[in-house]
């Protein structure tokens, strides 16, 4: 589709929600990115619709907004809190642009014993691999059969889903938001009988965009928690040039790759044997 917008506008914008050591109280971080010198004006709502915080700015260029949140609704899989964040751009009073963006309060990290924290608390992935496949329309999946796809999941408590080998739908990624499904979001990079070509230079540009872009799309979902470089491609020295783009973009989150990344947070086994699997 073809659209048209307003020559002052919010061009992008970054939702960074944070807690503190105690994972109690919490921080918006809101970057935007603006076309044209204009007030803006940003408004977080609870589930309910009442106002958590509002703040007003008059900026132009990237302008960086932190937005104090105390004790908010945690996000996990099994409490799928969300907040809708408004931002409004006004120009001599009439508004000239409208964005929002759900948010989800959660802070991941790895303890130093390999352990992934959702807020402080030891996380178990019970998850699948999904493909986007239609059993009446092949590669064309409606909004109804994802959302079947989500509701099956949580009904045999499944926690976790990893979009191999692609980005999904972008629709997908709020049903994960909205229901609660743990994202191992992976980028469209796969050599397979190339591996070797992972260190082929020509290719370096093509498998650091397919992850850049992978980010710059989907970096606002509460639900993703760990990005994925791809699969199957052996473990050459474009996946550096690829894992250090991704962590300018978003230093929030893990980084993973299947095939014994030396580049990455996470690495795994897809098709392990039973000695790996022991050991």
């Keep these: 589709y073809l659209y048209v917008r307003h ?13 503190d050591d105690r994972y109690q109280d919490g921080t918006l971080e809101v ?36 937005m104090p949140v105390k004790n908010p609704h945690k996000w996990t899989a099994e409490t799928p809190n969300l907040y809708n964040l408004t931002i409004l751009l006004k120009q001599k009073g009439k508004t000239v642009d409208i964005r929002s963006v759900k948010v989800g309060f959660r802070k991941i990290e790895l303890a130093q014993d390999g352990r992934l924290l959702i807020n402080g608390k030891s996380t178990l992935f019970k998850g699948v691999d999904r493909h986007d496949h239609s059993s009446e329309n092949g590669r064309t999946v409606s909004k109804e059969e994802m ?3 989500v ?20 629709y ?3 049903l994960c938001d909205r229901y609660g499904i743990y994202v191992l979001s992976e980028a469209n990079v796969e050599c397979h009988g190339l591996m070797a070509w992972s260190s082929e230079p020509s290719w370096v ?10 980010v710059r799309r989907y970096k606002n979902h509460a639900s993703i928690v760990m990005w ?20 300018k973009l978003d230093d929030t989150r893990p980084t993973h790759y299947e095939g014994n990344s030396s580049y990455c947070d996470v690495t795994s086994s897809m098709y392990p044997d039973v000695q790996w699997l022991e050991s």
């Design 228 to 247: 994925s470089l791809g699969n199957e491609s052996g473990n050459g020295i474009n996946f550096k040039s690829a894992a250090e783009a991704v962590k």
């Design 205 to 214: 540009k093509a498998f650091t965009e397919r992850s850049e872009n992978m």
């Design 31 to 66: 970057r935007m990115d603006v076309k044209g010198k204009a007030r803006i004006t940003l408004e977080l709502l609870d589930a309910r619709g009442e106002t958590v915080c509002m703040k007003e700015v008059r900026e132009t260029g990237t302008p960086s907004v932190i």
């Design 151 to 170: 509701q099956l999941m949580k009904s045999l408590n499944i926690n976790a889903v990893r979009t191999s080998h692609y980005p999904n739908n972008p």
């Design 172 to 174: 997908f990624y709020d």
């Design 7 to 19: 020559a002052k506008r919010i061009e992008d914008l970054r939702v960074t929600p944070d807690l």
């Design 147 to 149: 959302e079947k796809d």
